[in-house]
């Protein structure tokens, strides 16, 4: 079986992508172990000092969750 090309065509590619770094916000919310604040927070400076403009922190989750 050959797969077919189905890379968009450079005509009709978007001039901007925005890239969101959501890990501290899914990723640190589905750990079993409560992870400390100056964890969290060194983690997102690591984040933000590799470049990534934007960073999602937090979200608000039902407890009942």
Do not use: H
């Not at 400390?36 to 690591?46: E, M, Y």
Request: glycine share 4%; proline share 9%; charged share 20%.
């Amino acid at each position: 079986m050959v797969a077919k090309n189905t890379a968009v065509p450079p005509s009709s590619s978007p001039s901007f992508v925005k890239i969101v770094e959501v890990g501290p916000r899914d990723g640190l919310q589905n750990e079993k172990q409560i992870i400390p604040t100056d964890v969290k927070v060194a983690l997102i400076n690591r984040l933000a000092d590799a470049g990534l403009s934007v960073v999602e922190t937090t979200s608000f989750v039902s407890p009942k969750w």
